[in-house]
DNA sequence: GTTTTCATGGTACCACCGTATCATCAACGT
DNA sequence: ACGTTGATGATACGGTGGTACCATGAAAAC
């Protein structure tokens, strides 16, 4: 069989199959034999793609934070072709949930990484959780934005609603992964602030149907 | 030595290692043998106290949980002698922020608990994670004593505030912990949300200046 | 066609970790 | 006094997990 193989495209699919076993498990349980066994191959090509178990857990992170990155642009694509910032917004907090079976496990291993990165300097030192500080700007620059189309109160502490939008979202997800809060409601919640921030100049009542169709052309930014 | 021993105490004593250990190292690389170095007693012992190892993890998470509990105790009496509900509800949302380096490491190991539980379902049967409810109703409940001494907003929804208020603060604490944020910049986001909610007797104005608008003085400048 | 290189399988090694076993020594009851 | 019981030490055992080593088939290079 030693035709030539796509040695990315195999390191991927063993990522994923690391988060897959791990978003089950728990990540402290994963070994490098349950990937293997995941992936359906031999722990000697786990081996073989990755030398050791550290790079293992590093690519597995660098795939994570993409992936991540991905559904954010995703969930922004998907909120129309011109979406303004509040949608955008909504767009970066509710990627950080998880809500369907498969984020749920994307962010219970994301978690986990951030809290071994904690205590593993190695793990700490990895660029890819390096930048949170990116999330912040993003949304910072976007209810600045959102200020200047007087979507906001003219007086609003743009930076210090982003960081608490961003920890809530936080907190609400591992809310909602500890199981104590269902994602509906972490969802309401979440949109009960959004709603206080901008003051909807037109419906104001939660309709996740199309709103602010902004003339205004807000370009995406990078986002992570 | 074989006078009788406080099995309690010794349990505890080595309870207390095992946080120790685990804030340092992470919880995921401790081992009986660290815990038993670390309180500076043989491994044998460890294992005389606590039969088993999940005996031992039941045990130090019980531990923290209480400890928490005598944490937001300590703050509220330290918040004065009749604090109001504001006092009350900063005292609890602050204790829950890793602010010197022994809470960090509270911190850190509770949620590493917390994480644990999503996917061990032994650790998550265990009560002293089934309840973190009661935080949300005592919130809840300060809010609404706080609404009706018209300190809110009279159509303030308490319930999704006081979800909103504990899942930032535990957002802002991993923050901390992660090492994006300050405890300094959590405190004052924090804040920043309660002179939201709860607005002086008077107008709706926001003040971003200094608080404390109980006619008791609910001004607790305690905080490390 | 031979050689080299890539991809893969199988398996052994070593260290660590939780647990169990055996042994000892000091108090306390009667 | 003496046996019983509680507290402690030392060490062994079984399993598991990461890593390393050897082998081999199958293309690609020459």
């Known amino acids: ?9 195999r390191r991927a699919e063993i990522g994923r199959a690391l988060v897959r076993v791990a978003g089950r498990r728990g990540l402290h349980a994963v070994g490098m034999r349950d990937v293997a066994a995941e992936a359906g191959i031999s722990l000697r090509l786990v081996q073989y793609y990755f030398q050791t178990k550290e790079n293992l857990l590093f690519h597995g992170l660098q795939q994570l934070t993409e992936g991540f990155g991905e559904r954010v ?10 979406p303004g910032p509040r949608a955008v917004v909504e767009a970066l907090l509710m990627t950080s949930l998880p809500t369907d079976e498969e984020s749920r496990a994307f962010h219970l291993v994301l ?10 300097e190695a793990l700490a030192a990895q660029p890819y959780l390096r930048r949170p500080d990116a999330a912040e700007d993003a949304v910072t620059g976007l209810l600045e934005q959102a200020r200047e189309a007087e979507l906001l109160a003219p007086d609003a502490d743009t930076r210090t609603e982003a960081v608490a939008l961003l920890a809530m979202a936080a907190g609400l997800g591992t809310s909602i992964l500890a199981g104590q809060r269902t994602a509906e409601s972490a969802t309401a919640v979440l949109r009960h602030q959004l709603n206080r921030i901008f003051r909807t100049s037109s419906a104001s009542s939660p309709r996740p149907a199309a709103n602010s169709p902004s003339p205004k ?3 995406l930014s990078n986002i992570d």
């Open 1 to 9: 069989m030693p035709k030539r193989v796509d040695h990315d495209e």
């Open 217 to 219: 052309g807000t370009s």
């Open 111 to 120: 978690t986990s990484y951030a809290l071994l990165a904690v205590t593993d």
């Open 73 to 82: 642009a995703a969930r922004v694509r998907a909120a129309g072709e011109n």
